[in-house]
T-cell receptor
Framework: EAQVTQNPRYLITVTGKKLTVTCSQNMNHEYMSWYRQDPGLGLRQIYYSMNVEVTDKGDVPEGYKVSRKEKRNFPLILESPSPNQTSLYFCASMGQPYEQYFGPGTRLTVT | AQSVTQLGSHVSVSEGALVLLRCNYS??????LFWYVQYPNQGLQLLLK??????LVKGINGFEAEFKKSETSFHLTKPSAHMSDAAEYFCAVSEPNDYKLSFGAGTTVTVRA
């Protein structure tokens, strides 16, 4: 089944404790991206990747890192999480131009 | 830079009634436009997209949207609401050759029996 998977789905952590949210797609897509969803703001892009080893900032990259060492994986790294990074995170990959497939989401709470 | 405005954060309709969700955009170039649906505790699913072909676009689950350049609008409609249409709907825009999606704030639809 074609899909985008994210892990974990739910995460509660404390300020400053490094964490990684994994994202994997099995569709051989080149373009992948991360979004965060906040009430009243819709989704905003954090980082994106056009292909392996090619990443760039989106609209809200501060406090986040990404890497793209393999085509299928695009992890999101929070080196020192803060409470304002409490949010719902979505990974997406793009097949046909402009058709993005979204993962199920990761709900992160930073206390 | 592009932006999206969705009018109405909540819409309540009766089962069988028309669903109308409003979306206006601003873009410096002719945009590509999208509607996504998000069911509770799920990711976003593409309902339909406009990429400069026919201005009336039909999507899944009986939804359609019309691109009106003069009004900078891309409103989503469904003639007859079903209980299963209860969800949050997002309008999004991207510029050609830029895959980034800029989303509206979303509209939550509730369907009354």
């Amino acid at each position: 089944e074609a899909q985008v998977t994210q892990n974990p789905r739910y995460l509660i952590t404390v300020t400053g404790k490094k964490l990684t949210v994994t994202c994997s797609q099995n569709m051989n897509h080149e373009y992948m991206s991360w979004y965060r969803q906040d009430p009243g703001l819709g989704l905003r892009q954090i980082y994106y990747s056009m292909n392996v080893e090619v990443t760039d900032k989106g609209d809200v990259p501060e406090g986040y890192k990404v890497s793209r060492k393999e085509k299928r994986n695009f992890p999101l790294i929070l080196e020192s999480p803060s409470p304002n990074q409490t949010s719902l995170y979505f990974c997406a990959s793009m097949g046909q131009p402009y058709e993005q497939y979204f993962g199920p989401g990761t709900r992160l709470t930073v206390t | 830079a592009q932006s999206v405005t969705q009018l109405g954060s909540h819409v309540s309709v009766s089962e069988g009634a028309l669903v109308l969700l409003r979306c206006n955009y601003s873009s410096s170039v002719p945009p590509y436009l999208f509607w996504y649906v998000q069911y509770p505790n799920q990711g976003l699913q593409l309902l339909l997209k406009y990429t400069s072909a026919a201005t009336l676009v039909k999507g899944i689950n009986g939804f359609e949207a019309e691109f009106k350049k003069s009004e900078t609008s891309f409103h989503l409609t469904k003639p007859s609401a079903h209980m299963s249409d209860a969800a949050e709907y997002f309008c999004a825009v991207s510029e050609p050759n830029d895959y980034k999606l800029s989303f509206g704030a979303g509209t939550t639809v509730t369907v009354r029996a």
